[in-house]
């Protein structure tokens, strides 16, 4: 966006019409364009004839869960961030909504900062980095920053936002073990309170995208008690 427009366009979808519209109203106040939705067919709606930058998604809704109508998005093609609101916080629901394409979660009831600071995070490390080489290499993995496109062997793998920013983490240190810490501060840029079964959860979901052929090597490798590596095949 440009200087003199607002700084993203943001979906928020909850069901209660006074947290709906606080939360409207105070990140257009923060300078963001924002269209709002009471349920889960709404929010399919608007985002097909909006266009969103980033989603803002009640997991408790009407007619479907959040994780649902992510679970839609996705499989539509549209692949913007999604920072999870709920008022439940256990491990398992933060873990079901990032494995099925969400990158953020804030839990009820939370200060409006607070949802500010995580849009603009999320915002942060799932826009693409032009200044770098647009199609990194590794083996017979490919990601097209220019096209937000990752193929191995020449398929397309579709990944959410911060899926795609952890495996291009991951291929610009190829052979180079990433301790748990150094992942959440690269592609998270904050902590998770420590958390590191995000990052576990994370590697996890990932594993499933790009090492499903049983004939071809597996890329993505743990080195246990250490952390992560993607291994070229000369490595193996």
Do not use: C
């Amino acid at each position: 966006m440009n200087k003199n427009g607002p700084e993203a366009k943001l979906l928020v979808v909850d069901d209660e019409p006074n947290i709906r519209e606080l939360l409207s109203t105070s990140l257009r106040f923060a300078g963001f364009e924002v269209v709002s939705a009471a349920n889960g067919r709404d929010a399919l709606a608007a985002a097909d004839a909006h266009a969103p930058d980033l989603a803002v998604l009640d997991v408790m809704l009407p007619d479907m869960d959040g994780f649902t109508v992510t679970r839609r998005l996705r499989a539509s093609g549209k692949h913007f961030p999604v920072l999870f609101l709920t008022a439940k916080d256990d491990t398992e629901d933060k873990v079901t909504g990032l494995t099925v394409g969400g990158d953020d979660y804030v839990t009820k009831p939370f200060s409006l900062d607070e949802v500010v600071a995580r849009i603009r995070a999320v915002l942060r490390r799932t826009q693409p980095l032009l200044d770098d080489d647009a199609v990194i290499r590794v083996g017979d993995l490919e990601l097209d920053d220019d096209a937000h496109e990752v193929r191995r062997g020449g398929t397309v793998i579709e990944l959410s936002p911060t899926e795609f920013k952890l495996l291009r983490y991951l291929m610009l240190n190829p052979n180079r073990v990433l301790s748990k810490s150094q992942i959440l501060d690269h592609v998270w840029e904050y902590d998770f309170n420590g958390d590191a079964s995000i990052v576990e959860s994370y590697i996890s979901y990932l594993r499933r995208k790009v090492d499903i052929d049983p004939d071809a090597p597996a890329l993505i490798q743990t080195k246990r008690g250490v952390g992560y590596v993607l291994r070229t095949a000369e490595k193996r």
